[in-house]
């Protein structure tokens, strides 16, 4: 190959990561998680789950972290390889049932079933230390400031 191939496909490499992962914007997200069931969900709000993201991966799709127990931890909710997905390195009971590589893209979806069941487990959102540190307790109000949420977030659906 030429320079100017060997250049082309240093550049694609380097491009491909970007444009399949994303950083959120926080009121996007917060539109989705809405649309996904979250307005109020096991006695959670929108805001602890943007402050979570925030302290977690700072919105970014593409943020691995690696754990001393030697299971890393994946995507925008940081969904740890030892319990809810498979990375091929981790011994997994898989409990979200998917490849950990599908938590780093933009489609985050699947993202959000997995963050379901691990809130819907024994430790709901205790089982992310930086909610516990950061959001725990915390008026989080201020983390939905300025987006349009289209539900009415404190209205209780009188039939659920
Ligand atoms: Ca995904």
């Known amino acids: 190959m030429g320079g100017w191939d060997i250049a082309l496909v240093v ?7 970007v444009v399949t992962a994303k950083i959120y914007d926080r009121c996007e997200l917060a539109a989705i998680l809405e649309k996904a069931g979250f307005g109020v969900y096991r006695g959670y709000t929108i805001g602890d789950w943007l ?4 302290y977690e991966s700072g919105f970014d799709t593409s943020f691995v972290d690696h754990n001393p127990d030697g299971s890393s931890n994946y995507g925008i909710f940081q969904i740890n390889s030892a319990w809810w997905c498979d990375n091929g390195i981790t011994p997994t009971p ?9 938590l780093l893209n933009r489609h985050v979806l699947d993202d959000i079933m997995c963050a379901r069941k691990v ?19 915390h008026d989080l109000s201020s983390w939905t400031k300025g987006c349009t949420m289209h539900a009415k977030p404190y209205k209780k659906k009188i039939n659920s």
């Open 11 to 17: 550049l694609a490499l380097l491009i491909i990561p």
């Open 51 to 54: 402050c979570l993201v925030h």
């Open 94 to 102: 898989n409990l979200c049932n998917m490849d950990c590589r599908d």
């Open 119 to 137: 809130v819907g487990s024994r430790k709901g959102m205790k089982a992310w230390d930086a909610w516990i540190r950061h959001c725990s307790g």
